[in-house]
């Protein structure tokens, strides 16, 4: 049993809330308004200390259990959540000449992407406040995982998706039993359409930026970073950013670790956008917001009006880091180089993340020294068509069988 | 450091062997004469407790390295294999009216098959001796976890696929790195052929019907499912045949949890064919095995030539087990019906052991009161075609944009 939230507050004008049930967004914000749920640090410092973790058996998401908003442990489902893989990628490393390359590789959750450690807790929520229906809005991971966590737990779900969504992504959501709402018009209408439907039926939605319990679940990332680095942390984090939840979420972790004295300093982290969909660049760059109408095949990050701007500003600015766009090219290069070297097969948005890094590499931002965590937010098997795109040079053999039987046949 | 093996053993005739690097099967019996890993069980009987295996804090297949054809742990890759989830599946068993369901999700594997435990320790047994080179014939998981794993390890491969082969497939393949041969032939040519030119050129051969290391990956599924009920094995563990060698590698590792006294009794193994590939059916009911020309979505199981057909009829028969076919329809249905009730996603092979567990249960062989653990080998993301056709009922609703936004409206 576990409850040390003390309240929600605002990430625009600070004004600060009960963390109530249906309390979405900063009554006086509005949408703005996202709101950053806010915990007993002191009543956790002296609890959760290094000793504390060494001696945690938990092997999942579930270890940073005190910091999640959740009362209780019966509503969380089986499916085995976090606690992904890093692994130092010492092939990759030496191919580049950059020894401290680690990759956290979280298309190793259960329905394959990083999605599924918000997913996890916000199912987890609507049960423990009664609700039966969710909702999300969305064409690729969040709604998988949303689908995948509601058949396990038993909820109804709702996902609004473009009616040009790819048939593929559809299908995984058919399979775990959601119903599939084929919405005529872009992602961006399919997202303002959940939101009034959650309102108007009182569903529990699962949209990342506006539910402000769903980010809890994406920093366990940053925590699980943090301590499998043995609290020594790494020196950047490198992420792809869509609407900006999932960078800010592992920052939060970080920026949690050090609050309570486990990690004497943070990472700083590298968010990367495609060429074609890079709002939260051209903020970082320029200071304001202009939705853009993206142009990538990392459908992941293929956001033209990212939603969570003011945190994953925030995150990438309090940590010292940066943000940097990639091309289509440099990403389907990326997919076949990180599969090559490390066995780790990611969808484009994941791989956007090392091609990033290798970006920064080359430009001095980050140093040959220096320790670098990308993590891959997607597993590759959900985007074959991209693979394929990614592998057009790949090496196919059509032997000549009589040829070959006849070399084979003169060895024996 | 370990190396426990003290001897091969012919599956066929009983001659033994020294374990030599390049032996593959019995002088004797040629093709037939598969060879099994013998091990010194009296030396590890004091070393492997209860009490070893509770301090051990490794959680993947290597937690079970004494048991293993490795002298040193040098070679083994980071991608982290085996430890998979089990889980029990309790709406389902609600809905089912059956309490004690299990499921081993082996879908969350590296490269997302139960495949990968065996080419983790081939690839690993290849770095041992020195080999550059390995090759297999297949086209799907088999493959695929071998590029994987040796894409990590940094060895060539060689991948033998009938030219018919799905291009997803052969993308992960690409992806991977490997060198893939499209051969103008069924799969039955290309597997000869790999065999030939691993003969001719040396190349570390990873069938597993021919190199006796393999299994021994195979068998730590049985070493978990043992240890995950604590050591009180369940009434039965129903898996997938193809080949046959992984279900007679999942045997064995309870045969030897069981000699080393570690569980008092082993479960009853049930494999399931699909009604278009059952050579092991009806060699189980008959005795002999007829080739036969395989026909079944399922590709992972769409053998006709079951290459380990000894070791399983003997895995089989000596757990005091059952063989059972299932239609393709029925695996499809299977497929929808596990991931809704549990949120796991199987490919059609995994969700044919659901669905083989279902028939079995009807027809009483399986009682009400039994514990059973049915083992999805496969990730149902790497065949999207067929959860495809699974879903042909699924909800899509394409709602009336103009009618919802009146009704939205209307609400405020």
Redesign the interface.
């Known amino acids: 049993m576990s409850w040390f939230v003390t309240h929600l507050e605002c990430v625009h004008c600070g004004r600060r809330y009960d963390p109530a049930p249906d309390r979405y967004v900063c009554t006086e914000c509005g949408i703005k308004g996202i709101l950053d749920v806010k915990y007993d640090y002191e009543a956790l410092t002296g609890r959760l200390t290094r000793e504390w973790f060494r001696q945690s058996p938990d092997?999942s998401q579930w270890r940073y259990f005190d910091l999640l908003p959740l009362a209780r442990r019966e509503t969380i489902?089986?499916?085995?959540v976090g606690w992904t893989?890093l692994?130092?990628a010492g092939?990759l490393g030496e191919h580049l000449g950059f020894p401290n390359l680690y990759i956290k590789d979280d298309g190793?959750n259960?329905?394959?992407s990083f999605k599924d450690r918000a997913s996890a807790v916000g199912v987890a929520r609507a049960l423990e406040i009664g609700a039966r229906v969710v909702a999300c809005a969305s064409t690729g991971n969040a709604a998988s995982s949303l689908a995948?966590?509601s058949?396990?737990a038993?909820l109804t779900s709702y996902i609004f998706v473009p009616?040009t969504a790819p048939?593929?992504k559809?299908?995984?959501l058919?399979?775990?039993?959601a119903?599939?709402?084929?919405?005529?018009?872009t992602y961006d209408?399919a997202y303002y359409?959940c939101n009034?439907?959650c309102?108007?039926w009182g569903w529990y939605n699962r949209n990342c930026a506006i539910n402000p319990y769903l980010m809890e679940g994406k920093k366990t990332a940053g925590w699980e970073i943090a301590e499998q680095f043995g609290w020594d942390p790494p020196d950047w984090v490198v992420m792809a950013v869509g609407d900006g939840c999932s960078l800010a979420g592992v920052w939060k972790g970080f920026a949690e670790a050090k609050l309570l004295g486990l990690i004497d300093r943070t990472p700083r982290m590298a968010g990367v956008q495609a060429e074609g969909a890079r709002p939260l660049v051209d903020a970082f760059e320029r200071g304001s917001v202009a939705p853009v109408r993206p142009q990538t095949l990392a459908d992941s990050i293929a956001v033209g009006e990212p939603r969570n701007a003011a945190k994953v500003l925030r995150a990438v600015r309090d940590s010292q880091g940066t943000m940097i766009t990639v091309s289509d090219d440099d990403i389907l290069a990326a997919?076949?180089e990180l599969?090559?070297?490390?066995?780790?097969?990611a969808e484009p948005a994941g791989a956007a993340a090392y091609a990033g890094f290798k970006k920064l590499l080359h430009a001095g931002v980050i140093g040959r020294e220096e320790r670098v965590v990308v993590v891959v937010t997607g597993?590759?098997?959900?985007d074959?068509k991209s693979?394929?795109a990614?592998?057009q040079g790949?090496?196919?053999?059509?032997?000549d069988?009589a040829e070959?039987?006849k070399?084979?046949e003169a060895?024996r």
């Open positions: 092997r489902q089986d499916l085995q893989p692994y130092l092939r190793r259960p329905t394959g995948g966590f058949a396990a038993g009616a048939e593929a559809v299908t995984q058919l399979v775990y039993g119903n599939v709402l084929l919405v005529d018009g209408e359409l009034a439907a309102e108007r997919i076949h599969a090559r070297f490390t066995g780790v097969f597993n590759g098997l959900k074959i693979a394929r990614a592998v790949g090496r196919t053999l059509r032997p069988l070959l039987a070399i084979l060895a």
